[in-house]
């Protein structure tokens, strides 16, 4: 059986992709052709036939690489892009050990980096996505990497996958944005990818100092709340799916970010003002 393969280097992370199909390899070769290309992987990901029938009558992809789910459900195969990435975000959830991860999205501005955390659905994500094309340099929407030694946040810019109302959002402000393909009815629910903007390619490698912790969220009357230390530690530490693996080092460098980082909740109804709520929290704390 033929297998085609792409590798690309996201950040730190180095990745192997490699699927029984074309389509799912050609697409991300497209989205992510101006990022690095690795000699060496750090983590490699296969996305597989079902069953030698499956590769072609109703195909269906299951998820497999170095760090896997044994139950987790396969994807049809027009949802292959969906699959690398998840694949992909697992390797990092389950194997990086390099630095502390925190589930998050992250922006910089003049050294210096935005992380905001919470629920499937608070905004994070679409938040980072328009402010990376409102002057701000995007650093990533699903992992923030603190590094262990000096707190700094290392970039890791893969594609920002936006959900549902979050789509037509980002094609209305996003004017000039690469998208990838849409994909309907996923488990998550309607996905398409958004490339992230050319700064935040062309400084892949450029860390920040973290300035600023926000917990968003989306559909309230604007609000801004002060948080208790030990919320946020509570709420990191849930939010980190490497910190129990990384024992002292993970305490460490979590209680070093907490006692740094000033931490605000924010509720916000649209775009306008969860950007208008950012700036005047940055202009007073970062």
């Known amino acids: 059986m033929s297998v085609h393969e792409f590798r690309v280097k996201v950040g730190p992370v180095a990745f192997r992709i490699c699927s029984a199909w074309k389509r799912p390899i050609d697409q991300l070769a497209d989205l992510y052709r101006d990022y690095p290309t690795p000699e060496i992987p750090d983590y490699s990901v296969r996305l597989e036939a079902r069953s030698p ?7 269906s992809i299951t998820l497999g690489g170095d760090y896997m789910l044994p139950d987790a459900a396969p994807l049809p195969l027009a949802q292959g892009l969906l699959a690398a990435e998840m694949a992909m975000n697992l390797q990092v959830a389950l194997g990086w050990r390099r630095h502390l991860l925190l589930h998050a999205s992250a922006v910089e501005k003049d050294g210096k980096a935005l992380i905001m955390t919470g629920a499937s659905g608070s905004g994070k994500s679409t938040l980072a996505a328009m402010l990376g094309h409102k002057g701000w340099r995007f650093m990533g929407d699903e992992f923030v990497l603190i590094d262990l030694v000096n707190g700094e946040a290392a970039p890791f810019p893969r594609m920002i996958s936006l959900k549902n109302e979050a789509i037509g959002a980002m094609q209305a402000s996003a004017l000039d944005g690469r998208f990838g393909p849409l994909m309907i009815g996923t488990p998550k629910g309607d996905i398409r990818h958004l490339v992230p903007a050319r700064d935040a390619i062309a400084q ?21 709340r002060e948080i208790g230390a030990s919320e946020v530690f509570m709420r990191l530490t849930q939010a980190s799916t ?45």
């Open 204 to 224: 892949i490698a450029v860390s920040a100092t973290p300035a600023l912790l926000l917990f968003p969220s989306f559909g309230y009357e604007p609000a801004v």
């Open 53 to 59: 029938f499956r590769r072609f009558i109703r195909p």
């Open 242 to 286: 490497n910190y129990v693996a990384l024992g002292e080092a993970g305490f460490t460098t979590l209680t070093r970010f907490i006692k740094t980082v000033p931490a605000r909740a924010i509720d916000y109804r649209d775009g306008i003002e969860a950007a208008a709520l950012v700036n005047q929290l940055w202009d007073e704390l970062a």
